[in-house]
C-alpha cells in the first residue's frame, strides 16, 4: 500500500505542475475547496489516531514532537511556501524561485515522505487517510512550482518538478527503514511530529479564509467538514 501511495504521490506531483492541464481541468477559484476537504482529513487523523497513539507510547515526548513540527513548518513557510498562495488559485501571478525556495519544497515534500513511513507503522486506516491526504498536497505542490516558475525556464520547472517529487518516496523509505529500530519514545516523537505537521498544514489552510472571507462566498468550513467525514467513514470501512 506505502508503494502505492508513493506512485501516486508522484504521478500528483507532475500533473500538478502541468499548469495548462490543470487549468482545463480544475478551476482555479475551486482549488481552495481540494485544500479545505484536505485540511479536514489531515486534522481528523492527527487528532483521532497519530497524536493519541504518540501519547500512548510516550508521553514525555509526543508533546514536543508536535511542537518541533510547529517550529519546522514555520521556518520552512519562511523559505518556500508549503501551500499554493492565494494569487496562485485566485488571481494567479508569476512569483520568484530561487535555490533556496527550492530547497525549501524539496525539504518539505522529504518530510511529507518521512510522515508517510511513519503512519506505515500506525496501521492501515492511518496509512490510507494520510496517503490521501499526501497525494491531493503533492498535486498542490506541483501548481505551486508551475505557477512560481510560470516566467522562467521550463528546464527550470522540470528540475524542481522532478526533484519535490522524489523527495516523498525518498523520506518515506529512510523513515520506514529506521522506525522499525527505535525506541519507543524515538517513534512517538517521530509520530507527533507527523501529527503536528497534519495541524498546522490543516489549520494553516482554513483559518486565514475563515478571516479573509467575503459576504456570499462560500466557506471552507463545508469542505473542511467533507474531510472530517470522509475520515470517519473511512475509519468504519476499514
Given at each position: ?175 520506514s527503514s529506521v522506525a522499525s529500530r ?10 507527533a511530529f507527523a501529527g503536528g505537521s ?41
Amino acid at each position: 500500500m506505502l508503494s502505492l501511495i508513493l506512485l501516486l504521490s508522484i504521478a500528483a506531483t507532475l500533473t500538478g505542475g502541468a499548469a495548462p492541464v490543470v487549468d482545463q481541468v480544475v478551476a482555479r477559484a475551486g482549488l481552495w475547496r481540494v485544500q479545505a476537504f484536505r485540511s479536514g482529513i489531515l486534522i481528523a487523523v492527527a487528532f483521532g489516531d497519530v497524536l493519541p497513539e504518540a501519547w500512548r507510547m510516550a508521553p514525555g515526548f509526543a508533546g514536543w514532537g508536535a511542537l518541533a513540527a510547529f517550529v519546522f513548518c514555520y521556518a520552512a513557510e519562511s523559505v518556500a511556501p508549503m501551500d499554493p498562495c492565494h494569487e496562485a488559485s485566485e488571481e494567479c501571478r508569476s512569483h520568484p524561485l530561487g535555490k533556496a525556495a527550492i530547497a525549501g519544497l524539496f525539504l518539505h515534500s522529504f518530510f511529507d515522505g518521512v510522515n508517510l513511513g511513519a503512519a506505515a507503522f500506525a496501521g492501515m486506516p492511518v496509512l490510507v487517510a494520510i496517503g490521501a491526504a499526501t497525494v491531493l498536497h503533492k498535486l498542490a505542490d506541483g501548481f505551486t512550482i508551475s505557477t512560481m516558475l510560470n516566467g522562467g525556464s521550463r528546464g527550470l520547472r522540470h528540475a524542481a518538478l522532478a526533484a519535490v517529487a522524489l523527495a516523498t518516496p525518498i523520506g518515506a523509505l529512510t523513515s520506514s527503514s529506521v522506525a522499525s529500530r527505535l525506541e519507543p519514545w524515538a517513534f512517538s516523537l517521530l509520530l507527533a511530529f507527523a501529527g503536528g505537521s497534519f495541524v498546522y498544514i490543516g489549520a494553516a489552510e482554513v483559518l486565514p479564509r475563515l478571516h479573509r472571507g467575503r459576504p456570499g462566498a462560500p466557506s471552507p468550513l463545508v469542505s473542511f467538514g467533507a474531510g472530517l467525514a470522509a475520515m470517519l467513514m473511512m475509519r468504519k470501512l476499514l
